[in-house]
């Protein structure tokens, strides 16, 4: 019979196969609509992401200094190439006015061919 404790531990994640991801989404949120264009469009103009979208406003419920609060956000999803995420995230620490402000990277692990190489040629 199996050891009825090990159930409650939790199960080791097996490594990721293959290569590292090329592409990544990059996610960040601002709390207006102007801050989340500004944000888009240094990322653009500098080549840090070649896309940038900008979703309507969400709700975002958190903790902050130790109360729960609701506040109206703007997300921006940049697209870019994993060459360029260190860049990227100085450049939006610098640019962002919330004193921690949300930066999330996602790997890309398929993409269209044609829709990836504008990518990576928009942030070369």
Not at 36 to 56: F, K, T, V
Not at 76 to 102: I, M, N, S, W
Request: with cysteine.
């Amino acid at each position: 019979m199996a050891d009825p404790t090990a159930l409650n531990e939790p199960s080791a994640t097996p490594a990721p196969a293959g290569p590292p991801a090329r592409f990544l989404t990059v996610l960040t949120t601002t709390d207006s609509e102007q801050k989340a264009e500004r944000l888009a469009r240094g990322a653009i103009e500098d080549r840090l992401a070649a896309c940038a979208q900008i979703s309507a406003p969400v709700t975002s419920v958190y903790r902050w200094d130790g109360a729960v609060e609701t506040s109206r956000e703007w997300q921006v999803l940049f697209k870019t190439v994993t060459g360029r995420y260190a860049a990227l995230e100085a450049y939006l620490l610098a640019a962002h006015d919330y004193d921690t402000p949300e930066i999330i990277a996602t790997p890309v692990t398929h993409g269209g061919a044609g829709y990836l190489a504008w990518v990576a040629e928009e942030t070369s």
